[in-house]
């Protein structure tokens, strides 16, 4: 189990590669891991920089079937025909769970190693 040095380390970590990649424009950035991680603490705290470079943030991923919920088919649909910069919260990486294939334009940060438990 980390210390809470160790924690506040990999969250620190964690905070300059999502700016990094905020910066860099990337079309989509996909948060992922376990709940009590820092997912939302982490967009909460960089909000300003989300707002300035235009991107939007879904944080209440519904999973299973369903017209509005998110699946493997309208995952990827939902990506093909996104109208702006895009943030997700998700619980597990969606190309792995789902087997696809993830797009160039598509950044995804695993947070599954800081826990705030």
């Avoid at 235009?54 to 944080?59: A, G, K, L, T």
């Avoid at 999973?63 to 702006?84: D, I, M, Q, S």
Wanted: hydrophobic content about 35%.
């Amino acid at each position: 189990m980390t210390n809470h040095i160790e924690r506040f380390e990999n969250y620190l970590s964690t905070k300059e590669d999502f700016e990094h990649n905020i910066i860099q424009q990337k079309q989509v950035i996909i948060l992922h891991g376990n709940g009590c991680n820092g997912k939302s603490y982490l967009t909460n705290q960089c909000i300003k920089l989300i707002k300035q470079n235009n991107y939007s943030v879904i944080q209440d991923v519904q999973y299973g079937k369903g017209v509005n919920r998110l699946n493997a088919t309208n995952f990827e649909r939902k990506l093909n025909n996104l109208p702006k910069k895009t943030i997700f919260h998700f619980l597990f990486d969606p190309f792995i769970e789902w087997n696809l294939e993830k797009p160039e334009n598509v950044y995804v940060l695993d947070m599954n190693h800081i826990s705030f438990r």
